[in-house]
């Protein structure tokens, strides 16, 4: 680091070099000094603390001492925190708020104090930073300039960080070797005027903490299903079938509550004073602050829903979002606690289903909205303000216009893939529009690779670079980016610090380079989850770059060799994801052109930077991880073999998703010996969750359509508990395309990495290789009941998805039809917006044949046989009391057994419309398109309509169906 200390002390202290001028505070000369350091004689522990930090590098900068003393009345002296100088100067900290501070010279004395319990310690890092130069880097890594001259010019006055509660959620304790690294992260936030962490030592003016019981998702802290559930079913939350939700189910997860009833908010009301009446009296002893905000809001998991019962239901609808029901709710507990905690907040969600504002309900004075951007359904490479994320910009702007007090949940990161890329200019431009919003709570993730060779797979580029900015931007957003860059990379890499500079400003230039309005990705709102086509700047002249400036910083920093670990760090992402891409830009390639590196090159560098930069910064259980991770990247080399009726294959029809691409979730990635790599997803868990059928299909994220699914009957399932492929099916893979597995989805895995946008007809035949092992699926097994997944294969097929054959006909067929995909024409294996329900069904069973419609080019054809196969379509909205007229058209061939085509209401308990039964209708002749039509009136139910259509149990032959349409009838 010596060798950047020339270039630094001009960078950080711009007046250095002008000593003893007129408004010059000289506090050492040639490594002398006359200056105390003196603190008041009531000193709290965190402005005793705020003495020895400024005492501690006032030294480290002078290499003279600065004693420490109480009250001192010497007229060269730094006044700490209260004193009784500073009273006699108009300092009075009593006035300040809890984190504002202050600077100020009278003569030779400087005064540095701020309000309890954190302005002191901030006053004195503001001036260690503006005057001293010092920097604290990441929590291993400090800049400290050599000036045994030193005369300060402090800027006078009082500021303040300008969100009340900064929080970045790092996860760096889990991974440093050092037994105290929970302490030195904590002071490094601190340092940095971070206030989210929760210490025990009073020190460190403790920090913004919430109340009991936990911070998020609480709900179920509330309300235990495991304590309630049997007993008061009604406070759970009903689902779409009319039944309460909430047993079986992880506490926080995949429930909510039934928050119109009383007796519930009541029970609420009283456990809340009780935590807050806790709180209270452990502070009392322990010296903390009272927390200020307690959290109650929705458990996570339910982005369609709170609570589906007519009461629920009534509060929603008024209100047009169930964020009318949770403000409700909210609003009257936090009624219940303003008059004996009046200086209580209380904070729930605007999320999921919740997130849009509702239409005449306002929260109460002491009730916190915090905005949650569901995993950023923004476009994460653009700011809030951009057109792109009109949708969710409307949404904060309008919990603002709302709320007196606003929270922010944030997403400073992706999730899925490892990505090269920078957005410090995007995360500036909305901390800004935060501010202009009134948001005062700030809560950002921004993890780095969390779990290696797990699940969290986003290995952020520049990552320390990332979070000292952001901690600087949350304190200002108005300060420019470049000058903070510039300072960051002088003290973090040493001679090739102008190299890295240029590649940020070449990263971040790249990631949010625009064509016209489009957002890098083509899905706005899921740029995290795009598609490697999707993101245009991920091409062989960028990895090009990268690595040209990437060997120019390490020829730099020879000699440096921290320096040298950390631009070795820098190339993780890009070789991870250059690994991640290769066969896809080998495939691009013109004729006899060939990729600029050896793979085999690239795949040795990434292993010997994982191992190094493991062992320096990784405890050693972590390391171990990153080591197996290393071994099994060199196993898959180029792919692993695939199983035996795909060999002969090309590899350009097929898709394989193995071990290291696997996302874990609920599920963990464990050692297996039997799976493809020696890894694979495995859910175990509560015996309770392994009950239900093996069941496993295909979902889209993004459109909300299930596709085709299979359950595996207990008596069908492999004895020897090893891995078997099944088949799925065959589908179109679009974006949001996902594999699910067991009946809790814990295991969703996106496959589509294989989509191309522009070949959205392409058809898939996908495929499943699973274990099932215990005694729920294997009868006499002594092993743990488990379920794990260690590959999906898809075989790129022939077949293309085709298109409407008469778009005039189909349009006027479409016109006010209330059944979605009614002429069957869209989605491939399964009709889209159909849910496929029942056991066992086989892609034989059925198919959307693709000529031989009678609207459009397609219908569905079900062939008879020993399971019952039902499609359904829920979320029919009809008016009570209004006529409709149900129709479609139905085709047997040599078809004998039950068949159904009905609207019912979606508990099943009542059938609207029946054209399989309807008295007099016409017989469908064999081999011929029959048009089947009732006209009916809506009657009042509770849980909605949904259209249904299915085949009997034992049927024989064939039968098809198209052309269902469901219209209101003309008064």
């Not at 001036?127 to 929590?139: H, N, Q, S």
């Not at 969710?392 to 702007?397: I, V």
């Not at 991640?580 to 691009?588: G, M």
């Not at 092993?783 to 189909?810: C, F, H, M, P």
């Amino acid at each position: 680091m010596e060798a950047s200390v020339s270039k630094l002390t001009i960078l950080f202290v711009p007046f250095l070099n002008v000593l003893f001028a007129a408004n010059l505070l000289p506090l050492a000369q040639k490594g002398a000094s006359d200056y105390v350091v003196s603190v008041a004689s009531n000193a709290s522990p965190s402005e005793s603390f705020a003495a020895e930090e400024l005492a501690k590098y006032l030294r480290q900068i002078t290499r003279a001492p600065f004693p420490i003393a109480t009250e001192s009345p010497a007229a060269a002296s730094i006044q700490v925190g209260p004193t009784s100088l500073a009273l006699k100067n108009g300092i009075d900290a009593r006035t300040y708020a809890p984190e504002e501070w202050s600077m100020k010279i009278s003569g030779k004395t400087l005064f540095l104090a701020g309000g309890r319990p954190r302005g002191t310690l901030y006053a004195v890092y503001e001036f260690l930073e503006r005057e001293g130069g010092v920097r604290w880097l990441d929590a291993e890594t400090e800049f400290v300039p050599r000036r045994p001259d030193l005369a300060v010019a402090p800027k006078e006055g009082r500021a303040r960080p300008a969100f009340s509660t900064r929080y970045i959620a790092t996860a760096w304790y889990r991974q440093k070797p050092t037994s105290n690294q929970n302490e030195r992260t904590l002071v490094f936030s601190l340092r940095n005027k971070g206030n989210g962490l929760a210490p025990a030592d009073p020190k460190y003016g403790f920090a913004e903490r919430y109340g009991s019981p936990t911070a998020v998702h609480t709900f179920g802290n509330y309300i235990p299903p495991k304590e309630y559930f049997d007993a008061h079913p009604e406070y759970f939350s009903m689902g779409p079938d009319g039944k309460r939700e909430g047993k079986g189910i992880t506490q926080n997860l995949g429930w909510q509550l039934c928050l119109s009833r009383p007796e519930l908010r009541d029970l609420i009301l009283k456990k809340l004073k009780a935590h807050i009446a806790a709180d209270r009296a452990s502070c009392a002893k322990t010296g903390a602050p009272f927390p200020r905000v307690y959290v109650l809001d929705q458990n996570d998991g339910s982005p369609d829903h709170i609570c589906l019962c007519p009461e629920c239901q009534r509060i929603t609808k008024r209100e047009g979002s169930a964020a009318g029901l949770m403000v409700d709710f909210i609003n009257e507990i936090a009624a219940g606690i303003e008059g004996p905690y009046p200086d209580v907040l209380l904070q729930t969600f605007a999320y999921e289903c919740s997130e849009i504002p509702p239409k005449t309900i306002r929260p109460r004075d002491n009730v916190v909205i915090r905005y949650a951007d569901f995993y950023t359904t923004s476009d994460l490479f653009r700011p809030l303000a951009h057109p792109v994320n009109r949708y969710s910009y409307e949404l904060l702007t309008g919990w603002s216009r709302l709320s007196k007090n606003l929270a922010v949940w944030d997403y400073w990161k992706m999730f899925e893939q490892t990505t090269p890329y920078s957005h410090l200019a995007v995360v500036r431009a909305d901390l800004l529009l935060f501010l202009e919003n009134r948001v005062k709570i700030l809560f950002a993730e921004c993890e780095d690779y969390t779990r290696p060779a797990t699940g969290d797979k986003d290995i952020q580029s520049l990552y320390a670079l990332k979070i000292w900015v952001f901690y600087k931007l949350m304190q200002d957003p108005s300060l420019p980016l470049e000058p903070l860059v510039r300072c960051f990379c002088e003290g973090y890499y040493g001679s090739a610090a102008a190299t890295l500079y240029r590649f940020w400003d070449f990263l971040e230039k790249a990631t949010l380079d625009t064509d016209g309005d489009k957002a890098v990705s083509i899905r706005p709102g899921k740029a995290q989850y795009s598609l490697p086509s999707e993101r245009r700047y991920l091409n062989l002249a960028f990895y090009r770059e990268a690595n040209r400036l990437l060997d120019q910083a390490l020829k730099e920093s020879e000699g440096d060799r921290a320096a040298t670990l950390r631009i070795r760090r820098e190339r993780l992402p890009f070789d991870e994801s250059l690994l991640q891409f290769w066969n896809e830009f080998s495939a691009k390639l013109p004729p006899g052109a060939s990729m600029p590196w050896e793979r085999s090159a690239i795949l040795a560098r990434n292993t010997n930077d994982w191992l190094a930069w493991s062992a320096a910064a990784y405890s050693p259980e972590f390391q171990a991880m990153v080591q197996e991770q290393v071994r099994m990247n060199s196993a898959v080399g180029e792919g692993l073999p695939l199983p035996a009726p795909f060999k002969e294959l090309p590899r350009d029809r097929v898709f394989d998703v193995t071990w290291h691409q696997l996302r874990q979730g609920r599920a963990l990635l464990q050692a297996d010996t039997d799976a493809a790599g020696g890894k694979a997803l495995v859910l175990s868990g509560d015996p309770a969750s392994h009950q239900k059928t093996l069941a496993f299909g295909l979902y889209n994220t993004e459109t909300k359509t299930f596709g085709l699914s299979r359950a595996l009957d207990p008596a069908s399932l492999p004895k020897d508990e090893k891995f078997h492929l099944y088949k799925i099916g065959l589908t179109t893979v679009s974006p949001g395309t996902v594999v699910w597995v067991h009946w809790t989805w814990f295991i969703q895995q996106p496959i589509d990495g294989a989509c191309d946008p522009s070949d959205p007809g392409q058809l898939w035949t996908c495929y499943a290789s699973l274990k099932a092992c215990g005694p729920a699926y294997v009868a006499g097994s002594t092993r743990e009941n488990a379920v794990s997944l260690d590959r999906l294969i898809l075989v790129k097929s022939e077949r293309k998805k085709t298109g409407k054959e008469d778009a005039q006909a189909l349009a006027a067929f479409d016109e006010g039809n209330l059944i979605r995909n009614g002429g069957l024409e869209s989605g491939a294996g399964l009709p889209a917006h159909w849910r496929l329900l029942g056991a066992a069904v086989a892609e034989e069973d059925f198919n959307l044949e693709e000529t031989g419609g009678k609207i459009g080019a397609r219908c569905l054809s079900i062939g008879g046989g020993p399971k019952e196969m039902t499609f359904k379509q829920d979320g029919l909205k009809l008016t009570p009391g209004k006529r409709y007229r149900f129709s479609g058209w139905v085709k047997p061939e040599g078809f004998a057994g039950k068949w159904m085509l009905r609207i019912v209401d979606t508990g099943w308990t009542k059938s609207m419309a029946q054209l399989d039964l309807l008295p007099g209708a016409k017989t469908p002749a064999e081999g011929a398109w029959t048009r089947l039509e009732e006209t009916f009136t809506a009657g009042e139910v509770a849980t909605g309509y949904s259209a249904v259509l299915l085949v009997g149990a034992g049927a024989r032959g064939k039968i098809c169906f198209d052309g269902i349409q469901l219209l209101p009838v003309a008064d």
